[in-house]
């Protein structure tokens, strides 16, 4: 069997792959022909699942996504929502999964998906392909987020394939999308956190222009000779501001696991290894002040909270304004003083975390239509 799935399907293919630890195989291949060799013909029983992360196979309720290059080649099953492939791609632009998996390459993914995601999720997608990370396949919302995988792509590398495309109305929402995109994200949080940052204004963001993540700062020889770590890496940087974020989430401290023990030996252990990693959060603040860094921990407490955010980036503002100077105070303290965009900024924030709220302010969201004049032009 050997058959090339699409969008959505080629995402969750995308997801099992990473989430399996293996990096993503550097070569490229064009799109081959659909073969369910050694069968005769397509049926639905032919199509793996856990490659795909399904339980059951597809139906004409549920179908999956697949590409081909020629119209005979099409799939004549209702399991499966066809679509031709043009000749007009850049060449070798599918990556072979291997057990008769393929998928378009991340940097087509991302552009055939800005046409399907809002732009805020879109950009969320560039976030998780350049980074670290991979959410969960069969529920990218409320599923298991897994950590310390290779990058798909890079910020780069996306770029140079828009460019070989040419100028289409997906690749200009792909390119619009892709500025508020960062490399090297370390989690699903972080990265809604960034992208706040890095929103302009009009878009429902804080307009602190470009930012870089986790990008290590070493400490001097003296401080390390008198025990500090040698080198701290803040979460968020805002670029030119010697601002930055650190995103500290439920399990950053795991106080569950004092209130959890069966001993009291158990509670002691738990107790001294959340006040060793607590002690070394201040450290690290502490550290990277001395290098001319402020950082600000964000909670998920802050992201949840109604105008959480909006506190935690009109104090980033207030600290930059006393280390740099120039407009930004004035500038983001307008952004969160307008009540008009306050409402819709926060159920944009909501509708980006993960909690079962999500989906119902992710709909209440899209029906204000914010993005609307992005897709025509006006």
Known sequence: MSLTFDRLTALRALRVYRASGRPLPSARCDLASPDPSPRRRWTSGLVPLEPLALERPPSAAEPVEVVVPRQEDRLRGSFASCRMRASSLPGESFVDLGDGVSIPCPELLFLELAEVMEPAVHALLGYELCGTYTRSASDPRLGAVTYDVAPATSVERIGAYLDRVGRRRSVLLARRNLTFVADNAWSPMEAVVALMARLPPEELGYGFGEIDLNVRHGATPELVALGCRDSR??????????????????????????????????????????????????????????????????????????????????????????????????????????????????????????????????????????WEHLVTGQ
């Open 233 to 370: 890496v803040p979460d968020i940087e805002l670029r030119g501001l010697h601002v930055g974020f650190n995103y500290d989430s439920h399990d950053h401290l795991d106080l569950d696991s004092i209130t959890e023990a069966q001993t009291a030996e158990d509670s002691a252990r738990a107790t001294a290894k959340v006040r060793e990693k607590y002690v070394d959060d201040l450290r690290r603040n502490r550290e990277l002040a001395a290098s001319g860094w402020v950082i600000l921990p964000v909670t998920s407490e802050d992201l949840f909270a109604p105008r959480g955010l909006d506190a935690v980036m009109l104090q980033a503002a207030m600290a930059a304004q006393e280390l740099v100077g120039g407009t930004v105070l004035q500038d983001v303290r307008a952004i969160v003083s307008a009540r008009s965009q306050a409402e819709r900024r926060q159920e944009l924030v909501w509708s980006l975390l993960p909690w079962k709220s999500g989906s119902w302010h992710a709909r209440k969201f899209a029906a204000w239509k914010p």
